[in-house]
């Protein structure tokens, strides 16, 4: 009998362990958020520049006919600047560009955040109060969304990029919409085995 009472406690926490580690490698991506904009057009909106003299972010430059994914960030954001080293993997990889929403931020602290680790963007919209992140459903920085080419959103991943949110959600994601574009993690000038 009190060996019951120690075993079980045990084999419960162990049960429980081990569900857990099997939902962290082969469970669904916690960040894979459902959203009612998944098959819909971007939100309507017009941002201006981060910087002076760049272009801004409308939902019109999002159905020019390229593929865009689209990362709502600021510098204030921790995790945000943890996934910035796969954006700047990501910056400059043919068949999609990557744009950036920079949220609720101060545009001095945002600019020398990415004169410090590098700008991944091809253009950068400042959503200074918040607005348009609302109306896309962004519930907290950072948060990333795959744009087809006519302005409909594909995929959405809430939180920091990981190397298997890119593998799992967003290469995926790019593959329906261009079906021979090389993986995204794959460095440039090689090809990926299909």
Not at 110 to 122: S, V, W, Y
Not at 170 to 181: M, N, Q, T
């Amino acid at each position: 009998m009190k060996r019951a009472i120690v075993v079980v406690p045990l084999l419960g926490v162990a049960a429980l362990l081990g569900l857990f580690a099997y939902s962290l490698v082969e469970g669904p991506l916690p960040n894979a958020l459902p959203s009612v904009l998944i098959g819909k057009p971007v939100p309507t909106f017009a941002l201006p520049p981060l910087e002076e003299g760049s272009a801004g972010l409308s939902n019109t430059d999002l159905a020019n006919g390229q593929v865009h994914i689209v990362n709502f960030w600021a510098s204030w954001c921790l995790p945000c600047q943890v996934e910035h080293p796969l954006l700047m993997t990501l910056s400059g990889r043919a068949g999609f560009s990557l744009v950036g929403i920079n949220y609720k931020d101060k545009t001095d602290a945002a600019l020398a955040q990415l004169g410090r680790l590098g700008n991944p963007f091809d253009r950068i919209g400042r959503d200074a109060d918040g607005r348009t992140a609302i109306d896309w459903g962004v519930s907290g920085v950072p948060e990333t969304f795959v744009v087809d080419g006519k302005g409909k959103i594909v995929a959405r991943l809430a939180g920091p990029l990981t190397e298997r949110d890119l593998k799992l959600t967003i290469e995926p994601a790019l593959r329906s919409i261009v079906p021979d574009i090389n993986g995204v993690l794959t460095p440039v000038g090689e090809t990926q085995p299909r």
